[in-house]
């Protein structure tokens, strides 16, 4: 592995059920604290390279909860100095300037669904992006979920639960934006008018991705039925296209392929292991893929009903490298860890699960990690 895409190794402390049911370990899927704060990393020496295609890996941590080490999930891919994000976990605010990224680089903004651990930051990117920067003109363009036209009919025993927001409980990704902005309406018309801010409404523009017609999936249906990749965005820069994944109950949930003249990097989304996905990647030089270790949120006590979410919605460390394997990818790269804390189980643990039957490179994730892509990572 060359020396610029070794992930650094954090020793373990040593893991018992009685550590676990502490705290320590199962904040991302419980939604308890681990600590107070996600650890600070050191910055990349120098800024993502003006030409070619590069990864970097803004946050590699699954859950909304802060995680020891490593910032919530994030994705930047980096083309002839231009960056395409996907997703904006929390702490995507704070990664992005530490990764050497300006608020000009940033081309659009792709996310695989609407849970909080991966939008938390997409709106404090965008509202603040113009502070320093009141010459842009270019737009930003927002790419994710419409709709799911109705909430997943699941309800716990025993339990009533409230619907919030019952006139619209399902909304989009272009609701919510515009939500937000309405929201913060103050803020903005101030600025605006005292500090020469750009009119936000402007340099955000948010697509719904639309599911090709025929295609019979839902809230209460399958999340992902077999179906082709479809195009979603194409610039002079990249081609991107996406395919549903298994993330139940959530729907839509998208994975993302793009491709580049020098590559191609896919993201897997959050998901079980998905026909869908090992077609969407079949061939791609990089898969970055989510990962859980089930073992060890067994220890920690989770509820029956809480392991099986885990099971049928996310994908096992043992696991995820015969996904690799079957859709032929050169590198697998770990992320979304869950427990992502990186005081908990080490990356040469999760190196080793993740090498079980794949025949390729595995990169394990952490903040700030850079890869190029493509004939550059061959030569490297």
């Not at 699941?154 to 409230?162: E, L």
Request: charge should be neutral; glycine fraction near 8%; charged fraction near 20%.
């Amino acid at each position: 592995m060359p020396a610029s895409v070794s992930p650094h190794t954090t020793p373990a402390t040593a893991v018992t059920r009685r550590t676990l049911l502490r705290g320590t370990a199962v904040a991302a899927a419980t939604g308890t604290a681990l600590c107070p704060a996600t650890a600070a990393a050191t910055s990349p020496p120098t800024a993502p390279q003006a030409s070619g295609t590069e990864l970097v890996l803004l946050g590699t941590c699954g859950g909304p909860v802060p995680m020891h080490g490593r910032a919530g999930i994030s994705s930047a891919l980096v083309v002839d100095g231009r960056a395409y994000l996907v997703d904006c976990g929390p702490g995507t605010f704070g990664r992005f300037p530490q990764a050497w990224l300006t608020p000009d680089q940033l081309q659009a903004v792709f996310v695989t669904h609407l849970h909080s651990d991966h939008l938390a930051d997409l709106y404090p990117l965008l509202w603040l992006r113009f502070g320093g920067f009141q010459s842009l003109t270019a737009p930003v363009h927002l790419y994710g979920p419409g709709s799911a036209g109705a909430l997943p009919d699941i309800w716990p025993a025993g339990r009533t639960v409230p619907t919030v927001s019952p006139e619209v409980p399902a909304p989009g990704l272009s609701d919510l934006v515009a939500g937000q902005i309405a929201a913060t309406a103050y803020d903005i018309n101030v600025r605006m008018r005292s500090e020469g801010w750009p009119d936000i409404r402007d340099l955000v523009r948010a697509h719904d991705i639309r599911l090709p017609e025929r295609t019979r999936a839902g809230a209460d249906g399958p999340v992902a039925p077999p179906m082709r990749p479809f195009e979603v965005m194409r610039d002079d820069r990249v081609r991107v296209t996406a395919t549903l994944v298994e993330h139940p109950p959530v729907f839509p949930s998208y994975a993302f392929r793009f491709d580049t003249a020098d590559g191609s990097v896919v993201f897997s989304g959050d998901t079980a292991p998905c026909r869908n996905l090992e077609r969407l990647a079949r061939g791609a030089d990089v898969l970055v893929h989510e990962v859980m270790d089930l073992p060890t949120l067994t220890m920690a006590g989770l509820r029956p009903a809480q392991l099986r979410h885990m099971e049928i919605s996310h994908t096992d460390a043992v696991r995820v490298g015969r996904v690799a394997e079957r859709a032929r990818c050169r590198t697998l790269v770990l992320n979304h860890l869950v427990p992502g804390a990186t005081n908990v189980i080490s990356d040469d643990t999760w190196h080793t699960k993740a090498s079980r039957g794949y025949s390729g490179q595995v990169v394990v994730g952490t903040d700030l990690t850079r890869l190029p892509v493509g004939a550059r990572a061959r030569r490297a």
